[in-house]
């Protein structure tokens, strides 16, 4: 918030009734850091990702809150009310009768150091009244209310307050995350840029001189001008010899016999460099030596991050050498290895399976157990089970797993069933998938799940999302817990968390912090573990490299 702005704070019980009468205080900001300092409280606010920005900008660390909105939402979802507006507008307006507003629209992402007109944030304002305290506290007491509710319908009982307070963290991770930014060498991206796509062009928007070579060398093995980068073009210049594809995939064309298709890969691999990563994004989103995102907890709907602008959700491997510690510091890079097929034995107490996931590798011990010491085999049943690719190859495997883990098997199959009936199935904490009648958004990275042109999930397909969803969004939930025990970890530290994605964390540390990182990372693992499913015998092993950049991590 701007220096010197001023606002309203009311002192609040545990039970979040009014401990002491409101004051207006000159300097917002300076209070906050005051009364953080001395009591460190949860923070009751509308909207986390709108409020603390402002005050990191203003130097004001906080280390808990309760995010209405973030709840609001979580609530909604529970309730079978998914995807309608959660802003504290909307929910003071369900409280007292009036017109539910709609949530304001999506602010555009702008790179860093983007004109944020303060024309538009005053419209905003206005666009969206200030209630009084009064309101913020009758939506926080119905929000408890509804969350003692909804914590029986949640297979983990009890637990939604857990996932609002894991969420409402999250929101603060990831506006500090945003304002720390992910240490990036401009000179770096330049060089490896040019070693694969050779020099720019100096006709601004034109393709560099290794597409243009690739896009000349297609030509000459088609016999005919072609637009690599148009996939109509590619099935027409193909029909033309013969040759008959769905669609110009990779895993389409890469049965195909002909002098093309390696350039054709090559050159989608290369324009996808140049188009996502090229010169154009590195002179956009890194400045001062830092890539800084705008990242959205729960911006899906399983409960994993998104981003807006920028892609920081998905920097290829190649362009991860550009991401280099600081000199006289290093990342902590955290991976959380077999991670879904992990949380499956959690949530389903299947005693056998949950045996396996005490091992360091879950699919041998699965192998050497049921298959016969085949992992592979052992790997796709579990993958199968989870993500429901019953057919083929999978088929006998499943009948395997269906045999040995029999209570396992019946957790997502009957998660399954409840989806293809239009039924709403609940991670373990209780975030509540969107009901059958509402479009959702594509949330899930893993290949296969099907919906139809609405983005509507729909029958068979919605059993398979329904399917994952049980699992893939508790393992989000997993994830949020670690992220906020890290926070909390390495707050007497330099270190800061500088990148998170699904079951992967990075922290940039000093050199001789790594130590005192790597066993904060360690222990927060284990505290998400224990937080969640207690004194399960399932581990979840975090792979821990110390590396000076990103790219080394793996």
């Not at 989806?419 to 479009?439: A, D, H, K, N, Q």
């Amino acid at each position: 918030m701007p220096s010197g702005a001023g606002g309203l704070l009311r002192p609040l019980a545990d039970d979040g009734t009014p401990a002491g009468s409101e004051r207006r205080v000159d300097d917002l900001a300076t209070a906050i850091a005051a009364i953080e300092a001395r009591d460190s409280p949860r923070w009751l606010w509308p909207s986390t990702a709108e409020l603390y920005p402002r005050l990191l900008a203003a130097g004001v660390r906080v280390e808990r809150c309760h995010d209405l909105e973030l709840a609001e939402a979580l609530l909604l979802g529970a309730e079978g009310h998914w995807g309608q507006p959660r802003s504290l507008a909307a929910a003071h307006a369900r409280l007292t009768g009036a017109p539910v507003p709609p949530d304001p629209p999506a602010r555009a992402a702008l790179p860093p150091g983007g004109a944020q007109d303060s024309l538009f944030d005053d419209m905003f304002m206005a666009a969206v009244p200030e209630l009084p305290l009064d309101a913020v506290l009758a939506v926080h007491a119905a929000q408890r209310t509804r969350a003692a509710a909804a914590a029986s319908l949640a297979p983990g009982g009890g637990a939604m307050r857990t996932l609002i307070a894991a969420e409402s963290a999250a929101a603060l991770v990831a506006v500090e995350m945003g304002a720390a930014g992910l240490p990036w060498r401009p000179d770096v991206h330049d060089a490896l840029l040019r070693d694969l796509l050779g020099p720019p062009s100096p006709i601004e928007g034109a393709p560099p001189a290794r597409l243009v070579e690739l896009n000349a060398r297609l030509n000459e093995a088609f016999g005919a001008r072609v637009h690599p980068d148009s996939p109509a073009e590619v099935l027409r210049a193909f029909a033309r010899q013969g040759i008959t594809l769905r669609n110009t995939r990779r895993w389409e064309l890469q049965h195909v016999d002909h002098p093309a298709v390696p350039i054709l890969l090559e050159y989608k691999e290369l324009y996808r460099l140049w188009v996502a990563h090229g010169w154009s994004w590195l002179d956009q989103w890194v400045t001062g030596g830092r890539f800084r995102a705008e990242y959205i907890p729960g911006g899906v709907v399983s409960g994993r991050w998104a981003t807006r602008g920028g892609g920081a959700l998905q920097i290829p491997r190649v362009v991860r050498r550009a991401v280099v510690a600081d000199p006289g510091w290093t990342f902590v890079v955290a991976d959380a290895g077999q991670l879904e097929p992990r949380i499956l034995a959690a949530v389903s107490a299947d005693h056998r399976l949950a045996k396996a996931g005490a091992a360091g590798d879950l699919y041998a011990a699965l192998a050497a157990d049921a298959f016969d010491g085949d992992r592979a085999k052992a790997k796709v049943a579990l993958l199968g089970a989870m993500y429901g690719q019953t057919g083929g190859d999978a088929a006998p495997a499943l009948a395997a797993l269906r045999r040995f883990y029999p209570t396992a098997w019946d957790l997502v199959e009957e998660a399954a069933r409840t989806g293809e009936s239009g039924g709403l199935v609940r991670t373990w904490l209780g975030r509540t998938c969107p009901p059958s009648s509402v479009s959702w958004r594509e949330g899930f990275d893993e290949p296969g799940l099907e919906v139809d042109a609405r983005g509507g999930a729909k029958g068979r397909a919605r059993g398979r999302f329904t399917r994952n969803f049980v699992i893939q969004g508790t393992a989000a939930e997993w994830a949020l817990v670690l992220l906020a025990r890290l926070r909390s970890h390495l707050a007497s530290l330099s270190a800061e968390l500088v990148f998170f994605q699904h079951d992967e964390f990075v922290v940039h540390c000093p050199e001789g912090e790594s130590d005192a990182v790597v066993a904060a990372v360690h222990t927060a693992g284990d505290e998400a573990r224990r937080l969640l499913f207690g004194e399960t015998p399932v581990r979840f092993p975090l792979d821990v490299a110390v590396v000076p950049c990103y790219a080394d991590a793996k």
